[in-house]
Nanobody, 128 residues
C-alpha cells in the first residue's frame, strides 16, 4: 500500500512563494506517476501538475504553468511543488496523488479518477 503525506502549506501574501512536499512510502508497484491537485471551497478538485516516476517528464495546468514547478527526488521518495507568484485564486487545499497504471517514462493525466492513492491535503491561503 502507498502512503502519501503532504506538508508545507500555510498563509502567504499575494506574490509570495511556498514549497509543498509529499512524502511517499510503502510503494508496491514497479512504477507510478505522481500528481498535485487542489480544491477550493465550493469548487471541484482541479489538476495542478504531474510528474513521471523517473522524474524526467512533467505536465502543468494552464493556470499555473510558468509559476509552479513540480519535481521529484530520484531515487528518493519525495515529490515537491514549488509555488511562486502566488495569487488569491490559488487558495485551496492541495493534495498529492499516485497513479500506479503509468510506466516509468510517462506522466499521469489530469483526471483525478485515474489516481488510486491520495494524501490528506495541506491548506494554502493567499491573502490579497
Amino acid at each position: 500500500q502507498v502512503h502519501l503525506v503532504e506538508s508545507g502549506g500555510g498563509l502567504v501574501q499575494a506574490g509570495g512563494s511556498l514549497r509543498l512536499s509529499c512524502a511517499a512510502s510503502g510503494r508496491i508497484f514497479s512504477s507510478y506517476g505522481m500528481g498535485w491537485f487542489r480544491q477550493a471551497p465550493g469548487k471541484e478538485r482541479e489538476f495542478v501538475a504531474a510528474i513521471s516516476w523517473n522524474g524526467r517528464s512533467t505536465n502543468y495546468a494552464d493556470s499555473v504553468n510558468g509559476r509552479f514547478t513540480i519535481s521529484r527526488s530520484v531515487p528518493g521518495n519525495t515529490v515537491y511543488l514549488q509555488m511562486n507568484s502566488l495569487k488569491p485564486d490559488d487558495t485551496a487545499v492541495y493534495y498529492c496523488a499516485a497513479d500506479p497504471t503509468v510506466g516509468q517514462y510517462d506522466t499521469a493525466g489530469p483526471n483525478p479518477d485515474q489516481y488510486d492513492y491520495w494524501g490528506q491535503g495541506t491548506q494554502v491561503t493567499v491573502s490579497s
